[in-house]
């Protein structure tokens, strides 16, 4: 008995050693298994991808970048560097980080593996995805640490400027630079001749004495206070014309011009029942009038359902663009000169010029010829002036030349009634090339970029239309609103096979953010007449206030420094400008109500100073007038220490995505008087 007893001791000994034993290698295998897995980076970029269990891939494709890949290892060892060099020196001796993640094979973008848009996507309105958080790029490249070292220079408070400069527009004011022009026969002194470097406006533009809040749309179509314009030579010129007379306080627009003294709505009548196929609202959506006067040709084509922009020179006639933007219509200070205007080609559906003073068939026509690259295919040309109807020697001479030129451009005289001649343009190249040789103007290069206009000579050459038919073929208005037009297609950006996905995307997008404006943020109670969209995209924002039914048009900006859109803006029946944000715009002080900028400030400030940007935002921006930035968060207290120095009333918001997203809402009011 004791013999079994012992013996069953040491068996039981062995098995316990056994199950030891086993429990020790399966501790070992478990480490080393868990420590293999946990090191693999792929990990890493699940973890990034996922912010929740239910979350889709897709619902962080906030970017057109839909091939693009992130390495995020790189990304998250940058962070880790910073907290293992504040936490112990013990740690500086790490291993260095795991290697990047092999491709993922997910497809990241708004479209899926057979082009067809994904149903969860979230529009990013980047156009490119070249919104790359410039702010936290710029805080931690230089490695750990750097963001705390950064100097940023500290703004007390910007000086308001002196009197004098109450209507200074810096780069059409430059008297230094236009006094070394070698010529101005051409009209060279009305084109933008802008400061240079250590030059650059650093004040704020004040308002004139007396200065008040404009009296609101449609009101302000008939009259505009005295004092906001305080200029009494077009009345002096012009009053005989019916262009603007002085009623005390304010200015009123009888609607008259040097043309239709008996009014724009019976002189636009009249061009309606000469060429019925203009359809004025229909066809016909958007115009450019030349040589404006006071705009009353585009103010009342607003009530046939169309957008003039109006356009002048600041010449002799003082401040007339001054005047039709306190109205509220649509304008802005540009020059038949010796370059190309800031549009795109094809653009207008319609071009009028009344008696302004533009002599069309010099140096070869190129004025003309900067027309018709302006001029939709199709489109309609008004020429009412004294050529067209006075029977003096000098002006039939005028005329006589006006037709040669006019055919040789292929252009039809659709009809001569009283004092208008009405032409149209081809709608396609045929006619070009069907004419006999050596007949001037020459066709342009088929490889010459019509829509490159900043700083770009004018040509004494015939546009050519394109041999695909873009810009042709445009849907009515409203119509053409919603439709993804032809020459979207022809945008140089990122996304590829999603360009009508990602329009109607941005569409969507701004509808739903301007619905929060006016629910959270009482829009509608904005008094909103002129309105900027400093980036415009495709002219999504415009396109929502229209269908949130704001009575305000809007000047699309389509920066130089992103892609060239603005064919696409005009395509929908919208109007804008390409402009670079690094030099001042073409506009008098107190221009508009609102100005918006989405993702604007940290896409220019690898380019020039933000400040520079935001001084002249307070020129253009009416006293009492709200700023809309939409911007990184990483940016914005650079942005609000220029603002809070301008003396503008700021409110920074979260927005839709919280708290932890990455863009901010910065919501500026400027003040009535500048102290």
Not at 275 to 302: E, M
Not at 323 to 336: I, K, S
Not at 537 to 543: C, L, Q, R, T, V
Request: net charge negative; glycine share 8%; aromatic share 10%.
């Amino acid at each position: 008995m004791k013999a079994l007893g012992t013996c069953g001791g040491e068996l039981f000994a062995s098995a316990l050693l056994l199950r030891v034993s086993v429990l020790a290698l399966t501790s070992v295998v478990s480490f080393y298994l868990g420590k293999h897995w946990s090191d693999d980076s792929s990990a890493l970029s699940r973890i990034f991808f996922f912010n929740g269990p239910n979350e889709a891939v897709s619902s962080v494709a906030l970017s057109p970048n839909a091939n693009l890949v992130t390495n995020v290892s790189s990304l998250i060892s940058n962070d880790t560097s910073e907290i293992l060099a504040d936490a112990s020196p013990s740690l500086e001796a790490a291993p260095p980080p795991p290697p990047p993640p092999p491709p993922l094979t997910e497809r990241i973008g708004v479209v899926d593996e057979n082009g067809t848009m994904r149903a969860d996507f979230d529009f990013d309105a980047d156009l490119g995805g070249d919104f790359d958080e410039a702010g936290a790029e710029n805080e931690t490249s230089d490695g750990g640490g750097a963001a705390e070292e950064k100097v940023r220079v500290r703004i007390e408070k910007f000086e308001p400027c002196p009197e004098a400069m109450s209507e200074h527009i810096p780069c059409l004011d430059n008297e230094e630079e236009i006094k070394k022009l070698n010529s101005t026969e051409r009209g060279e002194r009305f084109e933008r001749h802008c400061p240079g470097e250590g030059k650059v406006l650093d004040c704020l533009v004040p308002a004139p004495k007396g200065y008040r809040s404009p009296i609101p749309w449609p009101t302000s179509r008939d009259e505009v206070w005295f004092n906001n314009v305080p200029h009494t030579r077009l009345v002096e010129d012009k009053g005989g014309q019916n262009w603007i007379t002085k009623d005390k306080d304010t200015f009123k627009f009888p609607g008259g011009g040097t043309q239709f003294i008996h009014g724009a709505d019976q002189y636009l009548d009249q061009i309606s029942k000469m060429v019925p196929g203009i359809a004025f609202g229909n066809r016909t959506r958007v115009a450019l009038d030349v040589g404006c006067g006071v705009a009353s040709f585009g103010a009342f084509l607003l009530s046939w359902n169309v957008i003039t922009l109006s356009i002048a020179p600041k010449d002799v006639h003082e401040n007339q663009i001054q005047f039709a933007l306190e109205r509220g219509v649509p304008a802005m200070v540009a020059a038949f000169a010796t370059h190309r205007l800031l549009y795109p080609s094809q653009a207008f559906d319609l071009i009028h010029c009344s008696r302004c003073r533009i002599n069309w068939t010099r140096d070869d026509g190129i004025l003309l010829l900067e027309v018709n690259r302006l001029l939709r295919a199709g489109g309609y040309f008004v020429w009412a002036a004294q050529p067209v109807y006075k029977h003096e020697e000098s002006q039939q001479e005028a005329w006589k030349e006006m037709e040669d030129l006019t055919s040789r451009i292929c252009w039809q005289l659709v009809k001569k009634e009283g004092y208008i001649a009405i032409w149209q343009k081809p709608l396609n190249n045929s006619c070009y090339f069907s004419r006999d040789s050596g007949i001037q103007p020459a066709l342009c290069d088929a490889d010459d970029d019509l829509n490159s206009v900043w700083y770009v000579n004018l040509k004494a050459c015939i546009s050519q239309l394109p041999d695909n038919g873009y810009g042709a073929n445009i849907p009515a208005w409203p119509g053409r609103l919603y439709e993804p037009p032809q020459r979207l297609q022809e945008v140089d950006m990122d996304a590829s096979i999603a360009k009508n996905e990602l329009f109607k995307a941005e569409l969507r997008y701004w509808n739903d953010i301007i619905d929060g404006y006016i629910r959270i943020f009482h829009w509608k109670e904005l008094k909103l007449r002129n309105v900027m969209d400093m980036r415009a995209g495709f002219g999504g924002f415009a396109a929502g206030l229209i269908d949130q039914q704001f009575d305000c048009w809007v000047m699309n900006v389509v920066p130089t420094s992103g892609p060239n859109t603005l064919p696409v803006i005009y395509d929908r029946g919208l109007i804008g400008v390409t402009h670079d944000w690094c030099e001042p715009f073409d506009t008098y002080p107190r221009t508009y109500d609102l100005l918006h900028a989405f993702g604007l400030l940290s896409k220019e400030q690898k380019r020039c100073n933000i400040s520079v940007i935001l001084l002249e935002m307070d020129r253009i921006l009416r006293p009492g007038g709200i700023v809309y930035i939409r911007d990184s968060k990483f940016i914005m207290d650079d942005i609000q220490a220029v603002t809070k120095a301008m003396g503008w009333r700021n409110d920074l918001r979260d927005t839709a995505e919280g708290p932890y997203a990455s863009r901010k809402i910065l919501m500026c009011q400027k003040p009535m008087v500048h102290s």
